[in-house]
């Protein structure tokens, strides 16, 4: 199921330009004041933003251009991280549209005043390409596997199998059909560990578990107080006619962690407050995927 060295049906997690500098989040900050404090200046002059393709790769080169406004025809080029930064008279009607060729372009207004981001206003763009996306829907089976160097997990959870179903999600935020959800079942899962965003692009999907604070995507709860947590990714480019079965390389980490009391409502495996933890960072994790029931997931 899903692309590059990264993974098979998983999510998205997401990478980007917000707040200060640069981050990890694909999408707008988040941090939204509309009264700035004392003596904070806003520039509305400035709009930062990244183009992405609607798997969240990055799309250097990318063309960006005002559309209306008294810039309307000032244009810039992404760069290699897909980047781009204009300066002008600029309102919350102000259009902007980025275009590349394979890609259907996509106009959006700026974001909301994010008083704590350098510059104050950014544009995100996800482009759809002009393949179409393959059909990721259905009911799998999701299985990992540690790296065989991993000793020091437990043996019991080096292999973990669970069901897996795969559903569109319609968001007007990205192009149709390039958004899924992947949910898991089969085990007890850790409340709000049990669902991840895929994200579509022609035959690749990335799955991406986990978030840039640290917090898994995936995790199991084993025991009362024991868990079992999955961090990574595992870009997949896959054949427009199938996904029945795909072996990729896992690249992350797995979490096996025992408390002396349940955690709350966060995964928190701290510890000097644990009886027993294990971790195994690995670049030759495994993760497959088979269909529960095959069907046709061309585009």
Do not use: W
């Amino acid at each position: 199921m899903r692309t590059a060295r990264r993974i098979v049906l998983l999510l998205v997690l997401t990478r980007a330009i917000a707040g200060c500098g640069e981050s990890a989040s694909p999408v707008a900050p988040s941090v939204l004041v509309p009264v700035p404090p004392t003596g904070t200046v806003i520039d509305a002059s400035r709009v930062g933003g990244v183009a992405y393709d609607s798997a969240f790769r990055v799309l250097g080169g990318a063309v960006v251009e005002v559309v209306d406004g008294p810039q309307a025809g000032l244009s810039i080029i992404a760069d290699a991280k897909g980047r781009f930064s204009l300066s002008g008279t600029f309102d919350d009607d102000t259009r902007f549209r980025a275009a590349k060729e394979g890609y259907v372009a996509e106009t959006q207004r700026r974001s909301s005043q994010c008083v704590t981001c350098n510059p104050n206003y950014f544009v995100y763009f996800n482009l759809a390409t002009l393949a179409p996306p393959v059909n990721l829907a259905g009911n799998y089976t999701l299985t990992f596997v540690a790296d065989s160097s991993c000793k020091q997990l437990p043996p019991e959870v080096r292999t973990r199998s669970y069901e897996a179903t795969v559903t569109p999600i319609p968001k007007s935020r990205y192009p149709d059909n390039t958004y899924f959800e992947l949910t898991v079942g089969g085990a007890p899962f850790f409340t709000n560990y049990k669902t991840v965003p895929l994200h579509v692009a022609g035959d690749y999907f990335a799955v991406e578990l986990g978030d840039f604070h640290g917090q898994p995507g995936l995790v199991e709860q084993v025991a009362e107080t024991t868990y079992l947590a999955f961090s990574g990714s595992a870009p997949v480019s896959v054949g427009s006619s199938t996904l029945s079965s795909i072996s990729v390389p896992f690249e992350g980490l797995i979490d096996y962690c025992v408390l002396p009391a349940a955690m709350g409502s966060r995964y928190s495996c701290v510890p000097v407050s644990v009886d027993a933890r294990a971790q195994c960072q690995s670049t030759r994790h495994r993760l497959t995927s088979s269909d529960r029931e095959p069907g046709d997931h061309r585009p």
